[in-house]
């Protein structure tokens, strides 16, 4: 391991550094999301293994030979379950890249609702829309938009348009970086720095989209509390005035200052997510 990482991320963790490390080494746990099209069926309940509507255990599903499954960490759909579809009209999920939490908020959508996907890379958008196209059948063009943009500016140009925003801000993914020899080299502490001014700038564009009363969800999936609270703090220190902070409904993980961490170490291999919610005053 880099000696600058070790120090930097054993100073935030103390005790709890090397067993978040391990956890976060292990074998990812996924889970199967079954998305809705015109020729997907019903799957048996009992297969059914989380509250959250259409997720299905990773062995079951593969058994199933059923081709409308998007696989993922189970914490990460916690956070596109935060987002409210029922009655919003517009739903704007910033950062989409490959569509796991999209492809959530897309199955639960109300009539009335109309859900926009941007990303800034071209690879990543070109996933994003070839996984919105297989798992829906191209069904999702009916009230669903896949932009290639820049989130930052989108919200100066479409301010309060959106009720609802979701915000998975490119992030340190130390797990990526734990994974990855060149990532792990190549690691400087400035790096979750500049990041965190990134997800600065990203939040105050969402929050500017977002119309009065609306909500914005935020997640990383950092351990870096810099890029989550650290975050969030800044913005309710700099533009408090136009946002409440509210506590997430979700039931496995832990509670942050201003939001709620599922890390794998403690949420049995869970995670690692963070999330946070703001309301537009
Ligand atoms: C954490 S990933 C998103 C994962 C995605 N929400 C999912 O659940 O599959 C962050 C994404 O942000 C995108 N991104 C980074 N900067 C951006 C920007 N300024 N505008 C839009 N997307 C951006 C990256 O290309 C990447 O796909």
């Given at each position: 391991m880099n000696p600058?990482?070790?120090a930097y991320y054993s100073a935030i963790w103390g005790d709890?550094?090397?067993?978040?490390?391990?956890?976060?080494?292990?074998?990812?746990?996924?889970?199967?999301?079954?998305?809705?099209?015109?020729?997907s069926k019903?799957?048996?309940d009992k297969l059914l293994i989380s509250e959250?509507?259409?997720?299905?255990?990773?062995?079951?599903?593969?058994?199933?030979?059923?081709?409308?499954?998007?696989?993922?960490?189970?914490?990460?759909?916690?956070?596109?379950?935060?987002i409210n579809r029922k009655g919003q009209k517009h739903i704007w999920d910033m950062c989409a890249a490959p569509g796991g939490k999209s492809l959530y908020m897309y199955n639960g959508l109300s009539d009335e609702s109309k859900l926009l996907l941007t990303d800034l890379s071209r690879d990543r958008y070109f996933?994003?829309?070839?996984?919105?196209?297989?798992?829906?059948?191209?069904?999702?063009?009916?009230?669903?938009?896949?932009?290639?943009?820049?989130?930052?500016?989108w919200?100066?140009?479409?301010?309060?348009?959106?009720?609802?925003?979701?915000?998975?801000?490119p992030c340190s993914s130390e797990q990526?970086?734990?994974?990855?020899?060149?990532?792990?080299?190549?690691?400087?502490?400035?790096?979750?720095?500049?990041?965190?001014?990134?997800?600065?700038?990203?939040?105050?564009s969402g929050m500017l989209a977002l119309k009065s009363g609306g909500c914005l969800v935020y997640s990383t999936c950092s351990i870096n509390p810099a890029e989550n609270d650290g975050v969030i703090e800044r913005f309710l220190q700099k533009k408090g005035e136009i946002a409440d902070w509210a506590r997430c409904d979700?039931?496995?993980?832990?509670?942050?200052?201003?939001?709620?961490?599922?890390?794998?170490?403690h949420s049995e291999g869970c995670g690692p997510i963070y999330i946070s919610k703001l309301v537009k005053r």
């Amino acid at each position: 391991m880099n000696p600058a990482f070790e120090a930097y991320y054993s100073a935030i963790w103390g005790d709890r550094f090397d067993g978040l490390v391990t956890a976060l080494l292990k074998e990812k746990r996924q889970v199967a999301l079954s998305v809705k099209n015109s020729q997907s069926k019903p799957l048996p309940d009992k297969l059914l293994i989380s509250e959250l509507p259409n997720v299905y255990g990773y062995e079951d599903a593969r058994s199933l030979d059923y081709p409308f499954f998007y696989y993922l960490d189970l914490a990460s759909l916690y956070a596109a379950a935060q987002i409210n579809r029922k009655g919003q009209k517009h739903i704007w999920d910033m950062c989409a890249a490959p569509g796991g939490k999209s492809l959530y908020m897309y199955n639960g959508l109300s009539d009335e609702s109309k859900l926009l996907l941007t990303d800034l890379s071209r690879d990543r958008y070109f996933r994003l829309k070839r996984n919105f196209e297989q798992c829906t059948l191209g069904e999702y063009q009916q009230n669903t938009d896949i932009v290639m943009t820049d989130a930052l500016q989108w919200g100066y140009k479409h301010p309060e348009l959106y009720d609802q925003v979701l915000l998975d801000a490119p992030c340190s993914s130390e797990q990526h970086v734990l994974e990855n020899e060149g990532a792990m080299n190549a690691w400087k502490p400035s790096r979750p720095k500049s990041l965190a001014k990134r997800q600065y700038g990203l939040l105050c564009s969402g929050m500017l989209a977002l119309k009065s009363g609306g909500c914005l969800v935020y997640s990383t999936c950092s351990i870096n509390p810099a890029e989550n609270d650290g975050v969030i703090e800044r913005f309710l220190q700099k533009k408090g005035e136009i946002a409440d902070w509210a506590r997430c409904d979700i039931p496995i993980g832990e509670s942050t200052e201003f939001g709620q961490w599922i890390l794998p170490d403690h949420s049995e291999g869970c995670g690692p997510i963070y999330i946070s919610k703001l309301v537009k005053r």
